[in-house]
């Protein structure tokens, strides 16, 4: 087995209602006076009321344009210039685009997340797209996160699709890394950590997913809502933390980036074409009995398992073929499960999927 790197953690974190109250102190502590912020509007807006404003630190205020790409990499990076440490505020691009502009520019980053939508404030990696959304690769830095600062505040108010998103992005944690760490002999101990982690996310976004997100609707700081908080966020972060490549993604990702590539698809936001992709992953794994049990969850949070809710229609073959075709180019991670595939056998998984549907 190849050396396995171990990047589990950044080096501070706090999920903790009122936490951006000891924002300034915290950089204070590491000697930061100059903070480039970079954020979405929406995002901004959200984080404002709760920003530091005793003026202790500078701070520098940009934009992002949607996208985490080669273009805004370049383009922030060139901007921050005398600055000491760059502030990300917002979902998963967002968060992204601040770790690739720290890496790109040798400092620090402190991350503040506005959705509970990915493990992206988690992970020392940035997933790019280009300037319209098409994913391009993933990029994996060589230093993690220096904070993560969560307040169930912001969080509170956040929208609930990007929650349910956020859920089923993290419930395909398990599935991709099983499939993945069965096909090992002799586990070595951080990817036992990384499969107990993701066995975690299974199981208590399974528990609490449904409460979590009537605690959301009815702004409630429960301890349902924060469990499905940090499992989103931590223990999703933890599989590929701890488990390098054995706790990345495999099929379900893989049909994700399939389903970028038709329009009709744009409607959903990544974590929904995660959710369709996991029966997919499944169906070519055949495990019929875990799709049926997952259909039920699907259902109570609205998660996509028909291809008419993607926005096609079964009839549409050549759309489905180009789907297909895209989840299994040569370097896409669904051939990390260790199964043949083509683009015929992920259609017959979009056929099998459909069965299954209206036999629920």
């Known amino acids: 087995m190849d050396i396995i790197e171990v990047r589990g953690a950044p080096n501070y974190y706090v999920c903790e209602n009122g936490v951006l109250d000891n924002l300034e102190s915290l950089l204070q502590k590491h000697g930061f006076r100059n903070g480039f912020v970079i ?35 370049e383009r922030l990076s060139k901007l921050c210039v005398n600055h000491d440490v760059i502030i990300g505020i917002g979902g998963g691009k967002v968060l992204d685009l601040a770790k690739a502009v720290a890496n790109q520019v040798h400092l620090d980053s402190v991350l503040i997340p506005t959705l509970a939508s990915t493990c992206s404030a988690w992970t020392p990696l940035s997933v790019i797209y280009d300037d319209n959304g098409k994913f ?57 950590i990384a499969h107990q982690s993701a066995y975690l996310c299974k199981t208590v976004l399974l528990e609490h ?13 429960t301890l349902a809502f924060r469990k ?41 936001l990544h974590g929904e074409k995660v959710a369709y992709g996991i029966l997919v992953q499944l169906a070519l794994e055949e495990n019929w009995s875990e799709m049926k049990r997952l259909h039920p969850f699907y259902q109570d949070l609205n998660l996509p398992y028909t291809l008419k809710q993607l926005g096609l229609e079964i009839t549409e073959k050549e759309k489905l073929y180009d789907i297909a075709e895209e989840a299994i180019k040569p370097d896409e991670s669904i051939h990390l499960m260790n199964i043949p595939v083509d683009s015929m056998k992920i259609v017959e998984a979009f056929y099998e999927i459909e069965r299954l549907a209206l036999d629920q």
């Open 228 to 268: 499905v908080i940090e499992t989103i966020i931590m223990a999703g972060g933890m599989v590929g933390g701890f488990g390098d490549r054995y706790g990345r993604i495999a099929g379900a990702h893989s049909v994700h980036n399939g389903l970028t590539k038709r329009p009709e698809t744009h409607h959903l």
């Open 136 to 192: 391009i690769r993933y990029d994996i830095f060589p230093k993690s996160t220096l904070m993560v600062l969560i307040d169930t505040r912001i969080l509170l108010h956040s929208p609930v699709n990007y929650f349910r998103a956020g859920i089923a992005d993290t419930l395909a944690k398990w599935y991709e890394a099983d499939c993945i760490i069965r096909q090992v002999e002799d586990v070595p101990l951080s990817v036992k």
């Open 39 to 73: 954020s979405g509007e929406q995002s901004w807006k959200a984080v404002e009321p709760y920003f530091p404003k005793d003026g202790s630190v500078t701070y520098s205020f940009y934009r992002y344009k949607g996208e985490c790409s080669f273009s805004e990499i």
């Open 209 to 221: 997913g449904r409460a979590a997100i009537n605690d959301l609707l009815e702004k409630r700081d």
